[in-house]
C-alpha cells in the first residue's frame, strides 16, 4: 500500500569511544543515512531534500549509507542518485547494499553501478582503509542473501585496527558476536515505524499475539497478515545504540516508511562522533 513519508527528519547524536583510535581522529564525524526506500510511494521527494541539506549541516568527515535505496524495481535508483550526489564530506560518501537492493537477479548491478556513478563507494563483502590505515571500513553483503558468510573478510583485517562496520540487517551483529567490531551501523527495522513510548515497537507485541492466536483471528487483523514482525529477530535492537558483548551497534531509523507509517518513529540522520576510548 503507499504510504509516501513527510515527516521532517530528526537528528540522533551518539558519541561511541573506539579503542586504539588515533588521536589525530578523535572527534571524528560520521553521518549515516538508511532505508531510502525511493520509489514514488514510501519517501517524498521533499523530505529527501531536507535529509541531504540536514546531514551537510551537520558537515560531517565520512557519509554513510546502509542500504534499501529502492523497494522493489531498482530503476528509481537514477532519480536517487542527483540526490545523494549532494552529499559532502572530505572522506566521501561509502555504502552498502539492503534486502530490497537485491529483489531482481540484476538489482545488484544496477544499483551499485548508478551509486558509482555518482563517486559513492559501494562495498559488497570488502574492505577499505581509511587515514593511512588506521581505520578499516566494513562493508558487507546483505544478512538475507544465500551467500551470506562475513567471517573471510573480518579474518583479514588486522586485530589492532580499529573497524567500523556497514551492514544492512542488525541481526548480522549476532553473527559478529565473535569478531573484533568497534562499531556496527545498520538500518533495516525502520525503528519498528510504530513504538509505543516506554515499551518499544508495536511488533514486538505482534509476534507474540500472531503465536497464540488462530487463523481466523489473524484474517482480521491486517497487522498480523504482514509478517512485519519477521523483518529482524532482535527488534530490541530496532534503533540507536546497543553494546553486544564487547561490540557496538548503532540502527538508523530510515526515511521511507512502509503502511500504516511512523508514530513516534520519525525518520532520522544520525551524527556518530567518535572519541579514542
Given amino acids: 500500500m503507499p504510504f509516501i513519508s513527510q515527516r521532517a527528519v530528526t537528528i540522533e547524536r551518539c558519541t561511541v569511544k573506539i579503542n586504539g583510535l588515533s588521536p589525530s581522529l578523535d572527534g571524528l564525524r560520521l553521518v549515516q543515512l538508511s532505508d531510502f526506500h525511493f520509489d514514488g510511494q514510501r519517501l517524498s521527494e521533499s523530505l529527501l531534500i531536507n535529509a541531504i541539506e540536514t546531514a551537510n549541516q551537520l558537515q560531517p568527515d565520512l557519509v554513510l549509507l546502509t542500504g534499501d535505496y529502492v523497494t522493489d ?12 550526489e549532494r552529499l559532502k564530506s572530505p572522506y566521501g560518501t561509502h555504502a552498502v547494499l539492503g534486502n530490497h537492493d537485491n529483489y531482481f537477479p540484476h538489482s545488484r548491478t544496477t544499483i551499485t553501478q548508478a551509486l558509482s556513478s555518482a563517486h559513492i563507494n559501494v562495498l559488497w563483502d570488502q574492505v577499505t582503509y581509511l587515514w593511512d590505515h588506521s581505520v578499516a571500513l566494513v562493508g558487507l553483503s546483505d544478512y538475507w542473501w544465500t551467500k551470506f558468510n562475513p567471517h573471510p573478510v573480518m579474518a583479514n583485517i588486522p586485530a589492532d585496527v580499529p573497524r567500523i562496520v556497514l551492514a544492512h540487517n542488525p541481526d548480522t ?22 513504538v509505543v513510548p516506554g515499551l518499544g515497537p508495536v511488533v514486538k507485541g505482534i509476534r507474540k499475539v500472531r503465536k497464540c492466536s488462530s487463523r481466523p483471528v489473524r ?32 540502527v ?6 512502509f503502511w500504516p507509517g511512523r508514530m513516534f518513529c520519525p525518520p532520522e540522520v544520525s551524527l556518530l562522533t567518535l572519541t579514542c576510548a
Fill in 173 to 194: 551483529a549476532r553473527t559478529l558476536r565473535n569478531c573484533r567490531v568497534d562499531l556496527q551501523l545498520s538500518g533495516h527495522t525502520h525503528g519498528g515505524q510504530v
Fill in 73 to 84: 524495481s531498482p530503476d528509481p535508483i537514477f532519480q536517487l542518485v542527483p540526490h545523494l
Fill in 252 to 257: 538508523n531509523r530510515g526515511l521511507g516508511s
Fill in 219 to 250: 484474517r482480521w487483523l491486517p497487522l498480523l497478515t504482514q509478517n512485519c514482525d519477521k523483518v529482524v529477530q532482535n527488534w530490541e535492537w530496532a534503533q540507536g545504540l546497543h553494546h553486544i558483548g564487547d561490540n557496538r551497534l548503532y
